[in-house]
């Protein structure tokens, strides 16, 4: 019955979502997909998401199964890319219920140290050369989807070059960076789909969140763009991968200083 009320959820969602908008913050509880990987890719979603938050510029859902917490994300702004490639996005659990971030447990991914952001910055600038004399074409003489193409690229370089996961407030994980193949069995992927749409999947074992029987708990998902680049290493400006790539065009440097954020509540589901 489960099973059935998570594709009849779905399918009603994928009837209406052309005639009404999604919630600003997820409403109903959800089952994971059946076989979900996380890879970066919203296959398994249909591409639907359960809400559309405008403070933050994302499509999310959370889901759970019997093992594991789930969230995909999807950022469909160029401009807010750019601001989760800069500081990441940070995805804060408390399991007291209380708004607080201190006192709950966060992972934030993606980690771009200023190496991989100049290396990205590289990759967008090999794709300039022009054929036949050689030379450099000028970004102002490219159009739209040249330089959407370029950013694209870029922004690639940098995610594959992304190996460690922040964490913060595990009582089981000493560290504060932990490889993205840890032995905690949190997973963190991102991608950016043909439309070059930046979707970003994660998965916590419920035996690390530490809810000591609950089932409710509070979030928060939070873009913390330049004011998160200071982490050990982490920013240094550079290269991001900027550009025109989706809607938008151009950076508003406030906007990508500003962390941006919200909180939801959530109840586990059973299968």
Known sequence: ??????????????????????????????????GIRIDGKSTEWNDVFAAENRRTEVFYTLANDDKNLYLILKSANSN??????LGGVTFTINAEGKKREKEGVSITYPLINRA??????RTGQGQNRQGGQGGFQNRNQQNPQQRDSIALVARKAQLAGVKEIRVTGFKSITDSLISIYNEYGIKAVANFNQKGEYVYELAIPLSLIDLKDKKEFVYQLKLSGLSNMSFGGFGGGG?????????????????????????????LIKQ
């Open 239 to 267: 290269n991001f991968g900027g550009g025109r790539l989706g809607a938008g065009g151009g950076n508003n440097s406030q906007d990508l200083m500003s962390p941006t954020d919200f909180w939801g509540k959530y109840i």
């Open 116 to 121: 991989n952001r100049n290396q990205g910055g």
């Open 1 to 34: 019955m489960k099973r059935i009320y998570f594709i009849c959820f779905f399918s009603l969602i994928i009837g209406s979502s052309f005639a009404q908008k999604l919630p600003d913050i997820q409403s109903a509880s959800m089952i994971a997909p059946t």
């Open 80 to 85: 807010n890319t750019n601001k989760i490639m």
